[in-house]
């Protein structure tokens, strides 16, 4: 079975009734955990930001505390899936400022992690191309918030 288009979804769902669409989102969340991590953001809390983005953050912390230290294997599989969490977290807030700051704060726990990221150059490099990514995302916030993210950003630089 071939997926339609957005458009075509579209269409045809501006002919169900409240009833019918209530009942599609249920069935949605039932088949996908995203699905249903969505739906909890849309209806939840997207109303305020700032709740969410501390909500992500307490979860980082909890990630990183549970990462095991024994081997630098075991380090970047953990700091890949926390990495691949907060991208999750981005795509359901859509929104650039929450973007950059949960990265920030990801790229701060990183530093101050221990043992040292500098010892592995993957960690490293990893750490790298996130500052780097921030960088570029940074010019297309508001000016306020570029002042204040930037500050953050030099810090984090070696």
Do not use: W
């Not at 209806?43 to 709740?51: A, H, K, N, R, V």
């Not at 907060?86 to 704060?105: C, D, H, M, P, W």
């Not at 990893?126 to 810090?155: A, F, M, S, T």
Request: net charge positive; proline share 1%; glycine share 2%.
């Amino acid at each position: 079975m071939k997926a339609s288009t957005v458009a075509q979804l579209k269409k045809e769902l501006q002919f169900k009734s409240q009833e019918e669409l209530m009942q599609l989102c249920l069935r949605l969340a039932r088949f996908k955990k995203e699905n249903k991590e969505l739906l909890t953001y849309l209806l939840f809390e997207s109303e305020s930001e700032e709740g969410y983005i501390e909500t992500v953050k307490e979860e980082v912390d909890e990630m990183f505390a549970d990462i095991n230290i024994n081997s630098y294997f075991y380090i970047k599989k953990s700091v890949r899936k926390i990495l691949r969490t907060i991208k999750k977290y981005i795509r359901y807030s859509g929104n650039k400022a929450t973007e950059v700051e949960l990265l920030l704060y990801f790229c701060e726990k990183l530093k101050s992690f221990q043992p040292s990221i500098n010892r592995n150059t993957t960690l490293k490099n990893l750490y790298n191309r996130q500052l780097e990514y921030i960088n570029k995302k940074i010019p297309l916030l508001h000016e306020d918030l570029q002042y204040d993210y930037g500050v953050i950003l030099r810090e984090l630089y070696f």
